[in-house]
């Protein structure tokens, strides 16, 4: 049986696609996780059935907090039903929490139509890593649909949608991956698709050949929709939208502070009849314990208090940094990714020393572990083994955008000479 929590996630991403008319069980395509299977299912003649896709709502700037700077806050992904053909579409958000409706994240509310105007391709440059020496620069390439607002107008709707994404240091392979998929879409949607290049009317939308071989069939929509990657600021970041994230332990990490504090007390008030009492050696032992557990269970007041205050409605599970990445990193209240190199399991490690992305058993679930030079680290883990391969080619995609081309790296080199020595010395 699914947990309770993922057992109610699961149930409110059915609610939100029957609001479309879609069964959680038909395949659903994701351009900023696959974008070469949905290249081919969107380029495919199709046999009239609706496409069921993806995307991401454009987020704000990023944020900063005292001395500490933090990406963008994150908002749900929503769903797209596509006819193709048709002058419109429909929108739901990942999730409805109540059958009337309800907080949705970036599409707020049950399902609308939405007129789409136009997809548009878009590049900048990035850095390649953050060593200082290395002046190679990544092309970043984005496909958004743009929507025309909502009739009445609501200023929280999304305005544009992210729907693909990639990077690399040859810019020509970044901008084939992506106008594949957008290309396609427009034809789908019969709007222009514009590039840099210019415009290109819906009639005249010229095909794109597919960079590279698409990977298994597509997940289904309820396979699908627990985990997702895109782009928040410079970072690319694997977010687990079933999870509550801080928010999942504050109640019991307030009932432990409560604990704490109440058996503090009652230490306390016995130091003070030892005390009374002359037994002064008595009363410093059990006042040093009361000191200890009032200062625990502050602690834990503090942990619930910072915990119950988290905002966003979805947990990071990994993220990709030029040149390095980052299991669990730290948050903000927002959900907004803490720029330090750090995580809760530790410094962020360098994409170059990653070894590789595999699937391993653990128990009746899957891990998609990454296997680096410092040891595996499991990232996520899940029921089905078909989303765990999914995300580990994804996984697999991420690292190979952030890694620094070329050999190993000087620290790599070192730690290699010295776990030969030993080597050495025995034989």
Not at 189 to 212: D, S
Not at 341 to 370: H, K, T
Request: proline share 9%; with cysteine.
């Amino acid at each position: 049986m699914p947990e309770p929590s993922t057992a109610a996630f699961e149930a409110e991403v059915a609610r939100a696609l029957r609001s479309l008319e879609v069964d959680s069980s038909v395949p659903a395509l994701d351009p900023l996780g696959d974008p070469a299977g949905a290249a081919r299912a969107l380029a495919a003649e199709g046999d009239g059935a609706p496409l069921l896709l993806r995307a991401a709502p454009e987020l704000g700037a990023p944020q900063r907090d005292k001395d500490a700077r933090f990406g963008p806050a994150p908002r749900d992904p929503v769903w797209l039903r596509i006819e193709r053909g048709a002058s419109a579409l429909r929108l739901a958000p990942l999730r409805l929490a109540g059958a009337a409706g309800g907080a949705g994240g970036a599409g707020e509310g049950a399902a609308e139509s939405r007129d789409p105007v136009r997809v548009e391709v878009t590049a900048e440059q990035r850095p390649c890593c953050a060593a200082p020496t290395c002046a190679r620069e990544r092309t970043h390439v984005a496909a958004w649909l743009a929507l025309a607002p909502p009739v009445p107008a609501r200023p929280s709707a999304a305005q544009r949608l992210l729907v693909a994404e990639a990077q690399d240091l040859d810019p020509g392979r970044a901008e084939a991956l992506v106008e594949a998929v957008a290309a396609p879409l427009a034809v789908a949607l019969r709007v222009p698709l514009a590039t840099a290049r210019g415009a290109e009317p819906p009639g005249a939308i010229a095909p794109r050949p597919l960079p590279e071989a698409a990977p298994a069939p597509a997940l289904t929509a309820a396979a699908l929709a627990r985990f997702a990657i895109r782009s928040e600021g410079e970072l690319l970041v694997l977010r687990d939208h079933a999870s509550q994230g801080p928010r999942a332990a504050a109640t019991r990490n307030a009932l432990i502070g409560a604990v704490l504090l109440v058996a503090a007390l009652a230490l306390w008030i016995q130091t003070m009849r030892s005390a009374s009492a002359g037994d002064s050696g008595i009363a410093i032992g059990i006042g040093s314990a009361a000191a200890l557990l009032s200062l625990a269970g502050y602690a834990f007041l503090g942990v619930a208090r910072f915990s119950s205050r988290y905002a966003a409605r979805s947990a990071p599970v990994a993220s990709f940094a030029p040149g390095r990445f980052v299991v669990a990193p730290w948050v903000s209240r927002t959900g907004a990714i803490d720029l330090r190199p750090e995580g809760r399991l530790g410094a962020a490690i360098s994409a170059g020393e990653v070894q590789g992305v595999g699937v391993q058993l653990r128990g009746d679930r899957f891990a998609v572990e990454i296997e680096s030079d410092h040891g595996p680290i499991d990232v996520l883990l899940t029921d089905r083994e078909d989303v765990a391969r999914y995300w580990r080619d994804a996984m697999d995609r991420a690292v190979a955008s952030v890694r620094h081309p070329g050999g190993p790296s000087a620290k790599q080199r070192l730690r290699a000479r010295s776990q030969a020595q030993p080597s050495a010395a025995a034989s």
